[in-house]
């Protein structure tokens, strides 16, 4: 992958261990596997216990080098591993997009020509790797699709169980969407809706569907906070989305400073105020009732993804007006 290797190419590995966000006890960890070690031999849980390190870090103390340059030394590698199951069932990539919003917070910045794009070309799509989908066809209508294999499994005792409900939106799902969010230009904003709407699978399409609702009451809003995505009703929250942004020196803040502290991630920049317009516009022209009722339609054939978006299409009717004021 050309973008993948522009990253490898310009981010050197550091020369010193990174270490963890703890430096009361009497020693700190210290993440020597990437020293001694090729990253794609490291294991998952190794690689995202170090990028919860990095983000939680950055939200308690602060940005420091070690951790802004051992990030960018593991993303090109972060974003190839990014399907990989961690410790705690979810994809890596949720571990990959919290770090890359908290040593990038406001933008992406032009590290080398291509950065921008080499970004968006990998790690905003990864949901879309081919790991991550299998092909399918419906045993009812015959209709062949790739259907997303990561939303469904079958529990123990035999009981079919997903990582989402009417009540909470797939982590995965909303990890990517809220990266798109913060890092889309405004002008790409409804064709990657367009796009996500687009997907035939009738599960990713009920996992959409909740978290459109979710979103809804936040996109009425100016100005998202990540406390905000910690209440919204659906759930939108996803892995390590409460280390987003600072604890210090901004508007909803634990520590409210008057002044911002310049190392610190403001919560105010959490998301840019026109790309929420930006995406407020593309769901009221794309996401009309007519696909609503037709979601609804496909979600009533089958019964487990029925009682999974249990009044989530007539809710997300009933919110839609919302955004058109």
Excluded at 52 to 68: A, K, L, N, Q, V
Excluded at 85 to 110: C, H, N
């Amino acid at each position: 992958m050309d973008a993948v290797d522009r990253m490898k190419a310009h981010f050197h590995k550091p020369s010193e261990p990174m270490g963890e966000a703890w430096f009361m006890g009497e020693q700190r960890r210290m993440f020597y596997e990437f020293i001694e070690q090729p990253i794609e031999e490291v294991p998952v849980e190794i690689l995202s216990e170090a990028l919860t390190e990095m983000s939680s870090g950055i939200c308690c103390f602060g940005h420091r080098y070690e951790w802004d340059q051992w990030f960018k030394y593991l993303l090109p590698y972060s974003i190839t591993r990014s399907h990989e199951l961690t410790r705690g069932g979810t994809l890596l990539i949720q571990d990959v997009a919290t770090t890359f919003m908290s040593v990038y917070w406001k933008e992406i910045p032009e590290e080398y020509p291509e950065f921008r794009k080499d970004v968006l070309n990998s790690l905003s799509v990864g949901l879309m790797v081919a790991n991550l989908w299998v092909d399918y066809q419906d045993e009812l209508t015959g209709t062949a699709y790739p259907k997303f294999k990561f939303q469904i499994w079958r529990h123990k005792n035999g009981t079919l169980l997903m990582d989402w409900n009417a009540r909470q939106a797939s982590s995965d799902l909303s990890s990517m969407m809220f990266f798109c969010l913060k890092y889309l230009e405004p002008k790409e904003i409804s064709s990657w809706i367009h796009s996500c709407i687009s997907i035939y699978d009738p599960y990713w399409r009920g996992a959409l569907s909740v978290w459109l609702l979710g979103a809804c009451d936040l996109l009425c809003q100016s100005i998202i906070v990540p406390s905000d995505v910690e209440r919204a009703i659906p759930q939108v929250a996803w892995e390590g989305s409460r280390m987003t942004g600072s604890s210090i020196g901004s508007i909803d803040a634990e520590h409210p400073q008057t002044k911002v502290i310049e190392e610190y991630n403001d919560n105010k920049y959490f998301l840019p105020c026109e790309n929420i317009q930006a995406l407020r516009e593309a769901i009221n022209h794309l996401v009309t009732d007519e696909l609503i009722l037709g979601w609804r339609d496909v979600f009533s054939r089958d019964p487990f993804l029925w009682e999974s978006t249990r009044n989530v299409p007539e809710s997300l009717l009933s919110k839609m007006p919302l955004l058109a004021t």
